[in-house]
């Protein structure tokens, strides 16, 4: 990776290695990739999700089956 520059987020393309490698760009291509997609895997998306259906369930019930006031 410290070889290769310029990695678009975009394309998944790095601009330039050097050397100038045809392997060793698809080697820093796909290390980047894995950063990426892993970054986003980490469960962080799945844990907010999950609490966010969760307060929305809890406000829903409280909505939905009230105690009367007397």
Known sequence: MSRCSGWNEGSMQVAACSPDWGWLAEMAN?????VLVASFMG?????????IV???????????IRKPTH
Do not use: N, Q, T
Not at 43 to 51: A, D, F, N, T
Not at 56 to 63: E, F
């Open 30 to 34: 796909s290390l980047y990739a894995f």
């Open 43 to 51: 469960g962080i998306p799945i844990l907010i999700y999950l609490i």
């Open 54 to 64: 969760l307060i929305l369930s809890w406000i829903l019930a409280r909505v939905i």
